[in-house]
């Protein structure tokens, strides 16, 4: 045997914090050293960030990466360590992997494939690097090996697939499995989307079993630059059996998973393997020399966390991914709290639940002294005992009625508040919103009526709302947050400058058809945070746990669970319901699924959902809500465009910042709702009997 201990390092950057990024490095690679991790793996981009954007034009930032490189290559002594850096090469940037070992500089891998869809735009940026082609780069006084290189460690062979490089059919796994690798390094940022963790482990596996080497998975953590929310997967593989793999959405700056790997092992699976020819490429070989320690056989094997086996892993995700996502965001632009308007219904409900939940998962992973030190520049956290004390002190919600507002709705926004501890406040607008209608009658001559004027004194109401809870956003020097949801925005059922004002739109990415399941769960189930860290890592919480103790309910979301989804904007007699106005939300949310995410026209989306719904809802009513989609959405992308920055949760992302580009001018599918109409009446009339209504 020949066995050497590895690891992956995932690390919690800040795009451009130069100081941060370099700092948090150093203290991974000593507390790898500590562990006597011989080869540690870090995450791509790590130096610079990952989100730089076009800050990766400017030759500052290749600069600022270089003197960070060079001081991280003096706390490298008796280690080697992949770093990752953006760098100028013949007046093109590349995305590259550095390999220091002992103090020295041993070269640049860089990245072959670009990702270049969905979320991602590198091809802006990066120039992706051909196969078998070695140059030189010069850093400061001296010239180093770039691009395609395998590195040889006193016989130990290194090779490197870069995030994108492992998701194409052509990786460069293959080419380096010809090339009689021992190891692959893979620093990646893969952004967290639902279920992702595990697609990323059947390649790791996959690749590990099917190129005969040991394989090292090392993501990016938490919301690095505002968007993107990243899970911190972390995982070791060696002929096909994942060995470890770390704890994701975890709160802490990195993470060190090690892993004892045998290379001998590995290279008989290479030897027995004989489909392809070891081709030797000595011009793409970097040689040197590194005394790899004896280590003793250690017995591993990879564990899910209670939370991924429980059989609600969407409904987990969600709430730790989110809550993740919302810590780093307030840390990261070092803002007080939290403001949120929160009328009783289910999209602000669970906007406030999952800020608890940032909180109670915080204290849960880092302790209640982690979360003040994280949060040391918030004084007011400085002397509280529990998670619903601090919630008091980050996040304020205020309930902003009309005469149009219910006793249901205020009490559920009560229940709620009270329940977790945030700091709840009550006004009523009425007069206010009496105020514009009456000088705008003033002006015009005539009253306004909802017979006349419907939609403007709906909207009134979610606009006038707005000026408070700013002034408490501004009060607190806190960050408003935004509560519209991914199938609001598909429509535009949404006040712009109202209920879509705010500095973050923690929801925006998930449809509520979802939104209202989870919060049921989250009411009922809870999240389950069994055996998920040692109590010794849980500074203030508690250390003999029972097993209700080991589930993160919010009780306060009973009354809401109980409530139609209603946006409250018309007289309480009209008896209005989100639903009624647009259509059930499971509907909208599998029509924009096939209309949107697959971009099938009207006609192919109309015999979708018929199918679907077979027996529930008839023809005319399903053509008259595909219909009502295809309008809404074309007539509203300016809506879309004008929302506050979101999370990216999935792949139904609607945020043409970050996903799905549309124009704002558009013919709005005219021509394809007038086939489908021409196709459903051609048709033989659908005699299925089904409900019709909601």
Partial sequence: MKLLKIAAGVLNQTPLAWEHNKQNIINAIEEARRQNVSLLCLTELCISGYGCEDAFFAQNTIDQSIASLLDIVEHTSGIAVAVGLPLRHNNRTFDTACLIANKRILGFVAKQFMANNGVHYETRWFQPWPPYVRDEIKIGDFMYPFGDIVFDLSGVRIGFEICEDAWVASRPGRILYERGVDILLNPTASHFAFLKSQVRERFVVDASRAFGVSYVYANLLGNEAGRMIYDGDAMVASNGELLVSGARLSYEDFLIVPAVVDVELTRLNQTQNRANLALSYPNLRVSDRFDWPDIAPVVQKAELEAWERGGYLKEEEFARAVALGLFDYLRK?????????????????????????????????????????????????????????????????????????????????????????????????????????????????????????????????????????????????????????????????????????????????????????????LETVGLNVKNEWTPADRTGAVTDATESDQLIKVKGLRAVNNLQPTAELRPLDKKQTDEDDLMPYDVLNSIEEAAIRDKQPPVEVLKQVEVRYAGQYDRDRLLVWVERFFKLWSRNQWKRERYAPSFHLDDHNLDPRSWCRFPILSGGFEKELAEMRDWAADQKPNTRKGRIGF
């Fill in 333 to 521: 632009s070092r803002s007080q709290g939290y403001v949120l308007s929160l009328s009783g219904g289910a999209d602000s409900s669970a906007i406030a639940a999952l800020v608890f939940l940032m909180i109670r998962m915080a204290v849960e992973n880092i302790g209640i002294e982690g979360v003040k030190k994280k949060l040391s520049y918030i004084k007011v956290l400085q002397t509280c005992k529990t998670p619903e004390e601090m919630t008091g002190k980050l996040l304020t919600v205020m309930y902003q009625g009309t005469e149009n507002s219910s006793d249901d709705t205020f009490n559920s926004a009560k229940t709620l508040a009270d329940d977790i501890g945030a700091t709840f406040l009550n006004i009523n607008i009425n007069g206010l919103v009496e105020t514009y209608r009456s000088l705008i009658e003033e002006q015009l001559g005539r009253q306004l009526s909802w017979d006349t004027d419907d939609l403007a004194l709906q909207n009134i109401q979610a606009r006038v709302r707005a000026p408070g809870i700013w002034m408490m956003a501004n009060i607190n020097n806190a960050l408003l947050l935004s509560t519209s949801n991914r199938s609001e925005a598909a429509v535009g059922y949404a006040t712009m400058d109202g209920d879509t004002a705010g500095s973050i739109s923690p929801i925006t990415g998930i449809d509520k058809h979802f939104l209202r399941g989870w919060l049921r769960w």
